[in-house]
Structures are given as C-alpha cells and as structure tokens.
C-alpha cells in the first residue's frame, strides 16, 4: 500500500501541462528540479514564467509532503519516495506527484500490530496536508488496530477464569 499519493488532482491547482507527466523513482540525485541547459537566446514569456514558477511550489510541496510520510514512517516505508514529473517551458522536470510505499501487513502478535497499525496511521497522516488515499489508509491502520484490540479481548475474555458469583454478608 502506498501513502502520500499526492497526485496531480490534489486540493492544489496543477499547472497546465506542456508535457504529459512521467513518473520515476526518487534518487538523491533527482532530490532537485532537474536543470537542463538554458538556451542563452530563448526568452520567456511572462505566461511561461508564472507557470515555472507554480511548478516550483508545487515541486517544494510535493517534496516535503513524501518527506514528512518517510519520517513519520518509523521504519516500514519501503522505498524512498517517487515522483511524477511535468517538465516545465525552460526544460526542467518538477515534481507534480508522488508516493511512498509502507508496508502495511499485520505484526505476528496483536500488541504488534496495533504498534504497526498506530505508525502506519501516523506516517499517513504526517504531512501538513494528507491527501484523500493518505487519509484513506489511515483509516484501514485505524481498522487494523480496531480488530487487533478485538483479537486481545477475545483472548482475555477466554482466558479468564469463570468467576463464580459471591454475597458480601458482611455489607
């Protein structure tokens, strides 16, 4: 299961695309808007300027958004982050979209996964802003750890020895 699926339809405007999107694993080196080599005679207009200049804000969001599910993640996310990129009217790619992949499956006990299920939620909800798929698999951590607890009481509930009823005479 993937969080931080911050796609291009999100709460935020995307820009119009000049190209269609394309989606590649992070890198350390893809960590910044890729630069190609200006051309020292294009000029650009005002129109294509504005445009970069909400793809780098939406770049910087969608950045800090898969950061904030990797930190949060405690150690299940199982990939770094990938991006989705639209390449702007100067040739640079910026980060439009991404992901990131937390592993989602149960502990071998319920105390564990109630823990797994409590950091898979925390890690869905890191960002500042969770996403629609970010808030929806917080809600399954949540059913996860509802039915853990259910399992802990099942097991407490037969493991209890019948109590057989008593009168306090002395009350």
């Not at 911050?6 to 999107?21: I, K, Y």
């Not at 350390?28 to 890729?34: E, H, M, R």
């Not at 770049?59 to 990938?82: F, K, M, P, Y």
């Amino acid at each position: 299961m993937s969080i931080g699926a911050l796609s291009p339809s999100s709460n935020t405007a995307t820009p119009a695309r000049s190209e269609p999107p394309v989606q590649v694993p992070s890198s350390p080196a893809a960590d910044k808007p890729t630069t190609a080599a200006p051309s020292s005679t294009t000029q650009l207009s005002s129109e294509a300027l504005a445009l970069i200049d909400q793809l780098k804000a939406r770049d910087l969001e969608v950045r800090q958004h898969e950061l904030a599910h990797i930190a949060a993640s405690g150690g299940l996310a199982t990939s770094g982050a990938t991006y989705t990129y639209q390449r702007g009217p100067n040739g640079v790619s910026y980060a439009i979209g991404g992901e990131v992949n937390i592993d989602t499956s149960p502990g071998a006990t319920p105390e564990e996964t109630i823990e797994r299920a409590r950091t898979i939620r925390a890690a869905a909800l890191a960002p500042a802003d969770p996403s629609g798929p970010d808030r929806a698999v917080a809600a399954q951590a949540q059913q996860m750890e509802v039915q853990a607890r259910a399992e802990l009481a099942q097991r407490a509930y037969q493991d209890e020895p019948a109590a057989s009823p008593t009168l306090d005479l002395y009350a």
